[in-house]
Structures are given as C-alpha cells and as structure tokens.
C-alpha cells in the first residue's frame, strides 16, 4: 500500500503565503516524478506544477514566478511553497506521485509500480 498525506493547508489574506507538504509512505523502492494539481469549487482538477526525481521542476503559467516545488528524495516529500496567493489560487490542492514500491504479489515481494493521489488541502484566500 502506498499513501500520500498532504498538510500545509489553511486561509491567508490576498498577497501572503503558505507552503504545502505531502508525504508518500509505505514499502517505498524509490518515488520518481512528483505533481501538484488543485481544484476550485465547480471546476475541473488542473495541474499546478511538477519535479521530476533530479529535481527538474515545471509550472503552470499562472503560478510561475509565485510558486516554488521542491522535494526532498531522503524522505519521499514533496512542497509547494506558495507567495503572493491571490484569491483566484483558492482550490483543495492535491499532491501526485510515481514511483515503486514492494508489493506483495503471488505469495512474493516484488517491485510494482505505482501512480496515487493524496486526500487534498483545503487553500482559503480571503480578506
């Protein structure tokens, strides 16, 4: 089983910041690429920003130069930190990963890959 746990979450005014953690647990082999993606009430789920294991990163045009992902590979964490939030970032992020793990399979442990997503974090923007 493979689980990721997002935190970091919360309600900041117009202009402030917060920063986004998620976790992935369970018989990790290695986590590969990692994602951020968020959905607004009544919209569709849209990608934020990715890294890849070597730290490759990519952003969403309109959270470039705001938003900064990182990761930490020793603990299979990814962030989000995020400046400037504006109300139009309000969205329950979710955080994304790939990678292997050890599966149980036929009686065997044996590397599988997986693909999962975390539960999400509520982001409020607000005056």
């Known amino acids: 089983q493979v689980q990721l746990v997002e935190s970091g979450g919360g309600k900041v005014q117009p202009g402030g910041s917060l920063k986004l953690s998620c976790r992935v647990s369970?018989?990790?082999?290695?986590?590969?690429?990692m994602e951020w993606a968020r959905q607004a009430p009544g919209k569709e789920r849209i990608w934020v920003a990715s890294i890849s294991r070597d730290g490759t990163a990519f952003y969403a045009d309109s959270v470039k130069d705001r938003f900064i992902i990182s990761r930490d590979n020793a603990v299979n964490t990814v962030y989000l930190e995020m400046n400037d939030l504006q109300p139009e970032d309000a969205a329950v992020y979710y955080c994304?990963?790939?990678?292997?793990?050890?599966?149980?399979?036929?009686?065997?442990?044996?590397?599988?890959?997986?693909?999962?997503w975390g539960q999400g974090t509520q982001v409020t923007v607000s005056s």
């Open positions: 994304n990963a790939k990678g292997i793990y050890w599966a149980m399979v036929a009686g065997a442990v044996r590397p599988s890959s997986f693909h999962s």
């Open positions: 369970g018989n990790i082999y290695e986590v590969n690429d």
